[in-house]
């Protein structure tokens, strides 16, 4: 794997000065030759380009069986904030747009699967992504995963590997998550987006 340092040390850089995380997101893809499968491409059309802002205040206030609700919820809880891109770095992501599309919809993922943000909840939705085939990046991600998260955290093993699998098969039976305009469906039940993408 090519590794662009420049592209490297910007990422590192705008983390320590900047609130736009999607430009960090962006810029790490980028200087490690993230990429899309190319068997994707076709799918992915309908979100080229595609990053509406997120108001996290005003998705709080749709009824609780909502997405936008739980995913409001998910994201207050953990101290996390949308992904946001600088007009700066806004090319580069449009030419890349599984980068930018996967970070938009990582804690979105993490809301449909019902894995929390542990190593074993993380291990879950990367094990979902690559059952998914987004990226050959993300399997050599989860092979490394696998290895090194019991290490990190060897009191979570056993969920660990139950979350392996269950993310596994998730990412077997679900349509392609990736090109899914959750932004638009908001304020249906979570269920019910659950049962039209194959997750129930």
Do not use: C
């Not at 207050?76 to 919809?105: C, D, G, M, W």
């Not at 093993?157 to 990736?178: C, H, Q």
Request: charged share 20%.
């Amino acid at each position: 794997m090519e590794i662009n340092i420049k592209q490297f040390f910007q990422a590192i850089k705008i983390a320590k000065t900047t609130d736009y995380l999607g430009d960090v997101a962006i810029l790490k893809a980028e200087a490690f030759g993230v990429k899309l499968n190319p068997k994707h491409e076709s799918k992915m059309q309908s979100v080229i380009g595609y990053h509406p802002p997120i108001d996290l205040e005003k998705l709080s206030q749709l009824p609780p069986p909502t997405l936008g609700y739980q995913y409001a919820e998910h994201m207050k809880r953990n101290h996390l904030k949308p992904f946001e891109i600088s007009p700066e770095v806004s090319q580069i992501a449009e030419k890349n747009v599984f980068s930018l599309r996967y970070s938009i919809t990582h804690d979105i993922f993490h809301v449909l699967l019902g894995f929390d943000t542990s190593y074993a909840g993380e291990i879950g939705v990367l094990a979902f992504a690559a059952e998914q085939n987004y990226s050959l990046t993300l399997k050599v991600s989860l092979a490394m995963a696998i290895i090194l998260y019991p290490l990190f955290a060897p009191q979570q093993i056993p969920d660990i590997f139950t979350n392996l699998r269950v993310g596994r098969l998730l990412g077997k039976k679900a349509k392609f998550l990736l090109s899914y305009r959750f932004e638009e469906n908001w304020e249906k039940p979570l269920i019910e987006i659950q049962k039209e993408l194959g997750l129930v």
